[in-house]
């Protein structure tokens, strides 16, 4: 029997790239690698697997390959896409550059506007009613004309946007078919990139997949010659479901990575027990916070780096505030990011002249432990963490302080206030997709992932009233994982804007995508008896504009799952007939995910190391852990550092208990009060315990 393959599950992120790898033999090994070290490999993926198989040069074993991946976001932060052409219709040449007039800072007296992704504009005579009367037809030389002039300026990428195009396509598939004719090597026509209604998202949609799929198409070719021919990589799609690179589109890709978080936090949750499940997703750069509470919840709109776009992503709300977050002292007040250190030169502990960061300061804290950290630090990737170079970066800080306050403030009190301004950050988030929408965060669990993840979790938890976090023994490489617990899923939507009651019209219409999504897995190489599908319906008022998706069933069903969202999203139900605007389906193909259990010693080991103080801190001693050494249900005394080889997870240092859990750790208060206005006291006051199940992970694989 042929051994089975490698399976390779990676999150290439802006700092580093995380690697889950299921060998053979069934065994889980995981490696980080920093996304990028131009001196030691070109592409961080393709070095990890290389370094995991053993195999430095030549041909590469059969392979199961999953990728999350920034380059698309990369790509449109920084504006390295393809110089692409928008076609319109007459009239409305700038349309997308006026966009909806939206002033998202009232107060801004200079307002800065993002300049457009189109290096040039067509005008097209042409002109279809929202009845789909003609009122011009379509000139076909003059657009041969004016594309020829185009390609001969060196575009090669074009976005083909129509009034009423989502409708009405005749036009704009004859202009794609033109583009082609002429050599346009990307085509991206609006009705088949957005089929939705409003042209200037429909437009800024269809213009930032033809800016950035020709980036991405480059970067799954090279990654595929840097593999080999026959191994077929699948890449994360903001949606939450894997598609193969020929499918994997720029409008898609832009929240690929931390999609693969969402799938991992939301699976590993479930396994524990939890349906409702905060995500809090803590990296080098940046935070993600994300919910859920049974299902995934999407967005459609999403505005990234000032492009609308309007694709399916999983709702993710992010904040500048990482491990990397720069810290400084600016105006007369301490402030921590938005901006990053990044990988290189990374924060000041990892040996290469970076500044003092979170990270730093954790450091500095005694939350990190070098010798307990990865030697991947240092011009030579092989030293590790350098305490003394956070401590250098603080003292300049001080130093700055002291000349403006006329004292120099303690180091560890500074280092204190600002985890605590990071932190703050971080809650922020997490009640704008919680609080703000009307969820009690005290009902869910914080499912704490990321590499930084553990060492703030309880700060963030005690900020939201959360009596439950979650530590995965994959914690740190959750979003990686993510992509092995990923359904294949193809997405296809409408507009069709019929009265709720046309049950024959809007049963034509599913029918009608739900062949068009699941041919898309066909083509793909899935068998056709794996593949279900899944409506979802976006309902308003005939008078009205606000959409909510509503589950599709019988017009009475429906009615009465509108108002009730209606009801819990406006606090009234609202009356008159409703409007069926877009209906969507969703084609997926479930992951096939082995068993295998969590194995954790009869007996606790010994602590990792003796009872020790934070360095430079008087007060409570704390003792040093390693969890592999853990038992199910050991119980360990706090104040402790409870840590492995992939995070560390800090209980408070006013005592409490930790203990071991099979597949996740449980974080919990022994009690709680609330301070002044109902807030949380501060974690100081605070007595965690860490709680644990001896259940399996109900299938999927933890280390």
């Known amino acids: 029997m042929n051994p089975a393959p490698w399976q390779f599950w990676i999150d290439r992120g802006g700092t580093f790239t995380d690697v889950v790898v299921r060998r053979p033999d069934g065994a889980l090994v995981t490696a980080k690698l920093l996304s990028e070290d131009p001196g030691r490999y070109l592409d961080a993926a393709v070095e990890a697997i290389r370094r995991l198989t053993g195999i430095p040069n030549g041909a590469l074993p059969p392979a199961d390959i999953r990728i999350g991946t920034t380059v698309a976001t990369n790509a449109l932060l920084e504006r390295r896409g393809e110089p692409t052409l928008l076609v319109t219709t007459r009239g409305f040449a700038d349309a997308l550059l006026i966009g909806h007039q939206a002033r998202p800072d009232i107060f801004a007296r200079e307002i800065v506007r993002p300049a457009p992704l ?54 704009e598939a004859a202009l794609a078919e033109l583009a082609r004719a002429t050599g346009f090597a990307q085509v991206s026509a609006s009705h088949q990139v957005s089929p939705l209604i409003r042209l200037v998202p429909r437009g800024s949609t269809t213009v930032a997949d033809a800016y950035l799929t020709p980036t991405l198409a480059r ?54 027990g939890f349906a409702k499940v905060i995500g809090f997703d803590m990296g080098g750069t940046s935070t993600d916070v994300s ?175 959360v009596e439950r976090v979650l530590v995965h023994p994959l914690a740190g490489l959750l979003s990686a994982y993510g992509m092995g617990l990923a359904d294949r899923r193809a997405l296809r939507e409408e507009t069709v804007a019929l009265a709720l009651d046309d049950e024959h019209a809007l049963a034509a219409a599913m029918d009608r995508l ?66 069926v605007e877009q209906i969507g389906i969703e084609a997926i193909a479930d992951a096939t995910r082995r068993s295998r259990r969590l194995s954790a010693p009869a007996r606790n080991r010994a602590a990792a190391g003796d009872h020790r103080r934070v360095p430079g801190r008087r007060g409570p001693r704390v003792s040093l852990h390693d969890r592999a050494g853990l038992a199910a249900r050991a119980v360990v005394q706090g104040p402790a550092l409870i840590v492995d080889h ?35 006291p501060p974690a100081g006051d605070l007595r965690r315990a860490v709680h644990g199940v001896g259940a399996g992970d109900g299938g999927r694989a933890p280390a």
């Open 118 to 171: 189109y290096a040039q504009v067509v005008e097209v005579d042409e002109r279809v009613t929202a009845a789909g009367d003609i009122l011009v037809p379509l000139d076909r030389e003059g657009a041969r004309a004016a594309l020829r002039a185009a390609y001969d300026d060196g575009l090669r990428a074009v976005a083909i946007v129509l009034m009423h195009g989502y409708r009405y396509q005749a036009h």
């Open 219 to 272: 970067y799954v070719e090279d990654l595929g010659a840097a593999l080999g021919a026959t191994r077929r990589p699948l890449f994360m799609q903001s949606s939450g479901g894997l598609v193969h690179g020929a499918a994997f589109r720029g409008k898609d890709a832009l929240l690929s990575g931390p999609a693969g978080g969402i799938v991992g936090m939301a699976r590993t949750a479930a396994a524990a």
């Open 291 to 465: 919910l859920h509470d049974g299902r995934f919840e999407r967005r459609n709109d999403t505005v990234i780096a000032g492009v609308h776009v309007t694709a399916p992503t999983l709702r993710i709300d992010t904040v500048a505030a990482g491990g990397g977050s720069i810290c400084r002292w600016a105006g007369g007040r301490l402030v921590v990011g938005p901006q990053s250190a990044g990988a290189v030169p990374g924060p000041a502990c990892y040996r290469r002249g970076g500044p003092l960061t979170v990270t730093d300061c954790n450091l500095l804290l005694g939350k990190l432990v070098p010798d307990h950290f990865p030697r991947v630090f240092g011009t030579g990737g092989d030293e590790p963490l350098d305490r003394a170079a956070a401590g250098a970066r603080m003292e300049r800080l001080l130093d700055a302080m002291a000349a403006d306050m006329g004292e120099h403030p303690d180091p560890l009190a500074v280092a204190e206030a600002l985890i605590a301004i990071a932190v703050a950050d971080m809650t922020h988030a997490a009640k704008a997709i919680s609080v703000a929408r009307g969820h009690d965060p005290a009902g869910f669990a914080l499912n704490c992932f990321g590499g930084a993840g553990g060492q703030h979790a309880c700060l963030v938890a005690d900020a939201l009233g």
């Open 514 to 579: 739900s062949v068009a999504a699941r041919d898309a897995l066909i083509e793909q190489g899935v068998a056709p008896h794996t593949v279900r599908t899944e409506a979802i319906s976006r309902v308003r008022f005939a008078n009205g504009d606000t959409l909510i998706d509503t589950p599709v069933g019988s017009p009475e069903a429906m009615r009465a799952a509108f108002e009730t969202e209606h009801a819990e999203r406006f606090g009234f139900v609202g009356q008159g007939a409703l409007v």
């Open 646 to 680: 992939r995070r560390r997870a800090g209980l408070d240092r006013r005592g409490g208990s930790a203990r071991q859990s099979d597949p996740v750790s449980r974080y919990a208060p022994r009690r709680r009060r609330l301070g002044h206005a109902g807030r949380p």
